[in-house]
T-cell receptor, first 115, second 108 residues
């Protein structure tokens, strides 16, 4: 079984709808991240969380919110989806230990289309 | 903020050829990762290599942190190596900054 899972894997929605993307991990990592990838570009950080009570904005957080329900779960919400939020969304995790060196591990991605 | 540049942007090879992909970064880093994004969009961790050299089968990577670059070597390329290769770096935080990638196409 995959260590980092994302649901749904694909989603088509309409402008103005509220959407939630979910991420779960079995790696036991404290740190979780949400990234967005636009066509032809690298990933950009939306939000990240170091533990259940710690949420931080990334470089492109406008229009998004997150919830860290448990150590293993981190959800991304689009309160009112717009077409330019059409993208591939990735969840990632990392271990806080110095020995782990902050290597990040990524889920399979969610392809979101906003019409 | 830190800048990450990858070259070449596109690479076309015939099966069996070797290649070198380069990643330059503009500041000191304590995290550097190489990823392969396959045609289905999945990101696969290749190397965690903030410094030094590592090898995994036909792939190897070298990071020279003092000169702010990393190289990914692919030997005896196969069609399954096709996709986009990303370099990503982090510095004093847990955030990864991604380059724009090298798109590799390997033909039989």
């Amino acid at each position: 079984d995959a260590d980092v899972t994302q649901t749904p894997r694909n989603r088509i929605t309409k402008t103005g709808k509220r959407i939630m993307l979910e991420c779960s991990q079995t790696k036991g990592h404290d740190r979780m991240y949400w990234y967005r990838q636009d066509p032809g570009l690298g990933l950009r950080l939306i939000y990240y969380s170091f533990d259940v009570k710690d949420i931080n904005k990334g470089e492109i957080s406008d229009g998004y919110s997150v919830s860290r329900q448990a150590q293993a779960k981190f959800s991304l919400s689009l309160e009112s989806a717009i077409p330019n939020q059409t993208a591939l969304y990735f969840c990632a995790t990392s271990d806080r230990s110095v020995a782990a060196g902050n290597e990040q591990f990524f889920g399979p991605g969610t392809r979101l289309t906003v019409l | 903020g830190i800048q990450v540049e990858q070259s070449p942007p596109d690479l076309i090879l015939q099966e069996g050829a070797n290649s070198t992909l380069r990643c330059n970064f503009s500041d000191s880093v304590n995290n550097l990762q190489w990823f392969h994004q396959n045609p289905w969009g999945q990101l696969i961790n290749l190397f965690y290599i903030p410094s030094g050299t590592k090898q995994n089968g036909r792939l190897s990577a070298t990071t020279v942190a003092t000169e702010r670059y990393s190289l990914l070597y692919i030997s005896s390329s196969q069609t399954t190596d096709s996709g986009v290769y990303f370099c990503a770096v982090g510095y004093n935080t847990d955030k990864l900054i991604f380059g724009t990638g090298t798109r590799l196409q390997v033909f039989p």
